[in-house]
């Protein structure tokens, strides 16, 4: 009689996980050494060959040496940080509030984080790139939905604008001035970009544009 040929069936998936099925009947795949290779003769005692092969070997050796990329990734938001990582960065945030305050350049930052590492904490670390970072992405847009929080209660505002020219960059920001009755007259920056010109028809679509976009 002859033999019949072995097919990876249910029990042999769930007796090793690390097999996949192909579509070649007989054939089955190796996620740990990225082979293909036959159990068709000898079914579950092809696997345990293959298993004690070198190359599969060492593949399963540097794997459980190894670790995953996202492993070394920071989880987004508070529910990533223990609690002395959100210690660190509050402290971050403050440090970079303090530039923006003072108008310090962010190079400063360069050497004040390494004070502090040197003196206070060594896993501060809040140089140029992540305090303007911090600055863009979180302290802007927390003080702009102050802004427009503030001027929902507000019925009457002047808006102010004025050209500078900065090299070859004609910057135009917009103020905003208003009475709160809380903190008294305030005048924000509502935007501050770069035109090309400074035409009449240019500047006033550009002002309505604004304030249109913060629904003012």
Same mark, same amino acid.
Request: hydrophobic share 35%; with cysteine.
């Given at each position: 009689?002859? =033999?019949?040929? $072995? !097919?990876?069936?249910?029990? &042999?998936? @769930?007796?090793?996980?690390?097999?996949?099925?192909?579509?070649?009947?007989? =054939?089955?795949? $190796? !996620?740990?050494?990225?082979? &293909?290779? @036959?159990?068709?003769?000898?079914?579950?005692?092809?696997?345990?060959?293959?298993?004690?092969?070198?190359?599969?070997?060492?593949? &399963?050796? @540097?794997?459980?040496?190894?670790?995953?990329?996202?492993?070394?990734?920071i989880k987004q938001g508070p529910a990533g940080l223990t609690s002395e990582g959100l210690k660190i960065a509050a402290e971050e945030g403050m440090f970079a509030f303090h530039t923006i305050v003072h108008n310090h350049s962010f190079r400063s930052m360069d050497c004040t984080t390494a004070l502090i590492k040197m003196l206070h904490e060594k896993k501060f670390s809040c140089a140029r790139t992540k305090c303007e970072s911090i600055i863009l992405n979180v302290l802007a847009p927390f003080a702009m939905d102050q802004i427009i929080d503030e001027?929902?209660?507000?019925?009457?505002?002047?808006?102010m604008i004025d050209t500078s020219n900065h090299t070859n960059l004609k910057i135009v920001p917009i103020l905003i001035r208003y009475f709160n009755p809380k903190t008294g007259v305030q005048i924000k920056v509502l935007e501050f970009t770069n035109l090309k010109g400074e035409t009449s028809d240019m500047l006033s679509s550009y002002i309505m544009k604004i304030l249109t976009k913060h629904k003012v």
């Open positions: 009689m002859p =033999k019949r040929r $072995c !097919t990876f069936t249910e029990s &042999l998936q @769930s007796e090793f996980t690390f097999l996949k099925k192909c579509e070649v009947i007989g =054939k089955v795949f $190796c !996620t740990v050494c990225k082979a &293909l290779f @036959s159990i068709e003769h000898g079914g579950r005692s092809d696997i345990k060959q293959h298993m004690e092969k070198k190359k599969h070997t060492s593949a &399963l050796s @540097s794997t459980s040496k190894s670790y995953k990329v996202t492993s070394y990734f001027l929902k209660a507000v019925n009457f505002a002047t808006v």
